[in-house]
Antibody
Framework: QVQLVQSGAEVKKPGASVKVSCKASGYIFTSYGISWVRQAPGQGLEWMGWISTSNGNTNYAQKLQGRVTMTTDTSTRIAYMELRSLRSDDTAVYYC????????????????WGQGTTVTVSS | DIEMTQSPDSLAVSLGERATINCKSSQSVFYSSNNKNFLAWYQQKPGQPPKLLIYWASTRQSGVPDRFSGSGSGTDFTLTISSLQAEDVAVYYCHQYYSSPLTFGGGTKVEIK
């Protein structure tokens, strides 16, 4: 079945970096883009950015520009999200989510989600 | 950025009754070239990732019960649960994917009265 499985929880100190992985299975990896969405404790959903799995093109939320990098490894079917210069307000559950439809040339709803990775930033 | 405003923040509905959630976008999310509204609805239960219910404003995701329906166009949208079931207790989010940054509404918590 179509599935996204994310890496485990992380605890980081302020100023450090974190890299979260998202392994896809059950579909053609390079046919669907992947977004990253985070959710701070007790809060709503925040879109971080999107990556094309076919050509590596990215689109990042302006507020995270310069701190976030999204990449993919098509040989292993894994998407990565690295966030640098971590602050306490980066503490959140981080989700990867697959586009609902085959890459269309525009943004899409998010049809398949990973289980989430908790990132805690604390000194 | 397109701001998504949901109302109400929470609602309590009796089992079997109708629940209605509204979502308003700060600008139109209708794309005339494909005649579609770039608006989705998600359901999130505690400790779980969001689940896609509705996309293109009114297309139900495969496997979603038909008591869930979406309507609206342009800037005003509605998610309706026609007959609330106990398993529908959750937070519901609207989401625009018309333009970057993609944005979500603040969420509506649905409980049983």
């Amino acid at each position: 079945q179509v599935q996204l499985v994310q890496s485990g929880a992380e605890v980081k100190k302020p100023g450090a970096s974190v890299k979260v992985s998202c392994k896809a299975s059950g579909y053609i990896f390079t046919s669907y883009g992947i977004s990253w969405v985070r959710q701070a404790p007790g809060q709503g959903l925040e879109w971080m950015g999107w990556i094309s799995t076919s050509n590596g093109n990215t689109n990042y939320a302006q507020k995270l520009q310069g701190r976030v990098t999204m990449t993919t490894d098509t040989s292993t079917r894994i998407a990565y999200m690295e966030l640098r210069s971590l602050r306490s307000d980066d503490t959140a559950v981080y989700y990867c989510a697959r586009d609902q439809q085959v890459e269309l040339g525009y943004f899409d709803s998010l049809g398949v989600w990973g289980q989430g990775t908790t990132v805690t930033v604390s000194s | 950025d397109i701001e998504m405003t949901q109302s109400p923040d929470s609602l309590a509905v009796s089992l079997g009754e109708r629940a209605t959630i509204n979502c308003k976008s700060s600008q139109s999310v209708f794309y005339s070239s494909n005649n579609k509204n770039f608006l989705a609805w998600y359901q999130q239960k505690p400790g779980q990732p969001p689940k896609l219910l509705i996309y293109w404003a009114s297309t139900r995701q495969s496997g979603v019960p038909d008591r869930f329906s979406g309507s609206g166009s342009g800037t005003d949208f509605t998610l309706t649960i026609s007959s609330l079931q106990a398993e529908d207790v959750a937070v519901y989010y609207c989401h625009q994917y018309y333009s970057s940054p993609l944005t979500f509404g603040g969420g509506t918590k649905v409980e049983i009265k």
